[in-house]
């Protein structure tokens, strides 16, 4: 009896070290596939994404700040597909009231952002409709307003936030803030623990005393106003907004968050590693391959292939259930 006690708890110590290293192996794997991402185009461009990284970091700071609020949707198993349209209505926002005040243009972008998630979260949270049908709706919808507010012209934006595009320095501080700040949130504060525990079992959540559809219906709030803040960003570096403003914008974060090892299904097992590397390593995948030369449609396909692997990779099958 002894015999087999010992034999079952080394057969238990193997298998706790067998998923350890799979664990390790998936946290990894992000990482390792941009610095081999950023080798391979590195070369297939002769030096250039070198050369040119500053311009290809440039690219990063919308998608990335924009990533960290649906990161926050995503941990607790919804999705939001109204992504594009809040940047391109906050873009417009911001344009307008800039004209008036640089600052308060950001306040403006920030409360439409907020405004069009609580929108979103009072359908998905009140109506018990599902997250992405919500938001595929409210897509439609502003993307529909943003055509109509722009389509005799482009809403251009005072020439003092053309002016701020240049600097370089301030979209960075801008950004790092918000990364610093929503990591700290998530990791050390109990809004990110509620988040993961929603993500894993709503029901087992509320049993442990969290208030769920006030936690999701603030989250939806939250990443709109952050996606809000990122118009801001947007705004300044082109300096006025056309009907494609945030256009697509939705699909880049998805493909970002996946990439960085983003669990479909959210959960324990989100890490806000995801959002950094992810988006980091989209831009550069999508900055080579523009390096490159390739049409629209070799682009679109080299990103569906990568996208397909990196989901297949990342699916949790055990825990694998249809989005909130």
Sequence with gaps: MAEKSIAKTASREEELKKVSRAMLMRQLLPAVGLVAVFIVFNILTKGRMVSKFSLVMSQVYVTMIASTGVFFIMTMGGLDFSQGSILGMASIVVCMVSK????LSILAGIGTGAAIGAMNG??????????FIVTICTMFLFRGIIKYMTSNSPVMGDIKLTMLGMNETLKMICTLVVIVLGLLAFRFTKFGIHLKAIGAGEKAAKYAGIRTDRMKFLVYVLAGAITGFAAFINAIKVG????SGGN??????LIALVLGGMPISGGAK???LNVIIGSLLYTVLISGLNMMGLTTQAMQLVQGVVFLIFVTVFADRQSLQVIK
């Design 248 to 253: 697509q914008l939705e699909t880049q974060i």
């Design 240 to 243: 006025s907004v056309t009907a």
């Design 270 to 272: 989100s890490s806000f």
């Design 100 to 103: 008036v005040s640089i600052p």
């Design 122 to 131: 009072f359908f998905y949270v009140n109506r018990k409709i599902k997250s």
